[in-house]
């Protein structure tokens, strides 16, 4: 019984201490809304590829910070808060590529390979969005992403992003999470980037 109880309530007392430190909000010179963002976006004058680009690209540097620190927040409040997860940021591009006139679904591989370390693998999810009738992947994990043109190749099998799945992987990251910032915390060292950090041009 006392096993049963003790490892919950030990990373519960692990878990609080890197909830409430968790950095504050981003300050960035970028709209903190979809609506602001969509208006952006129209106001180029672009159409087609280039104005799903222009998406991609707005929607990158809306968000210069990635984190899993803030693994729970909804992705409107990350998107105000400037900072966030592929699940947050691809959901915001979704949301603008609609709101622009584009079909979108969302998609998740539990592995991919790439944003310029080819030994890693890690779980993300991006968009499809259909443009002239064809269906291509757009990823807003950094600026220099393209529609059709990813920092990533998906290593296990593209499944539909649901609710469930949004979920289950906040919740399996939860433990490294906080183990990586006790573990940067007691050593005196910064928390690795792939925590919480900005973003590099091929970052995640």
């Known amino acids: 019984m006392k096993l ?16 409430v430190m968790a950095p504050p909000p981003d300050h960035v010179d970028a709209p903190d809304t979809v609506e602001g963002l969509i208006e952006r976006c129209r106001r180029t004058g672009l159409s087609g590829r280039e104005l799903a680009d222009e998406a991609v690209l707005t929607v990158a540097e809306t968000y210069p910070t990635h984190s899993l620190w803030h693994l729970a927040e909804s992705p409107a409040r990350s998107l105000r808060s400037h900072r966030g997860w592929s699940h947050q940021y691809n959901t915001v591009l979704s949301e603008v590529l609609r709101g622009l006139g584009f079909q979108t ?100």
């Not at 992947?137 to 920092?151: I, K, N, T």
Request: glycine fraction near 8%; include cysteine; charged fraction near 20%.
């Open 4 to 19: 049963r109880w003790g490892l919950p309530v030990l990373l519960g007392a692990a878990l609080i201490p890197v909830w």
């Open 105 to 204: 679904r969302l998609v998740h591989a539990a592995r991919v390979r790439g944003f310029g370390h080819p030994w890693w693998l890690s779980g993300h999810s991006w968009v499809k969005v259909t443009i002239d009738g064809r269906e291509r992947d757009a990823c807003a994990s950094s600026p220099v992403s393209r529609v059709g043109r990813l920092p990533f190749v998906p290593v296990t099998a593209e499944l539909p992003l649901r609710t469930v799945t949004r979920w289950a992987v906040g919740a399996a990251l939860i433990p490294f999470v906080v183990l990586e910032v006790w573990r940067a915390w007691l050593s005196g060292r910064d928390v690795a980037p792939w925590v919480y950090g900005a973003k590099a041009a091929e970052d995640a």
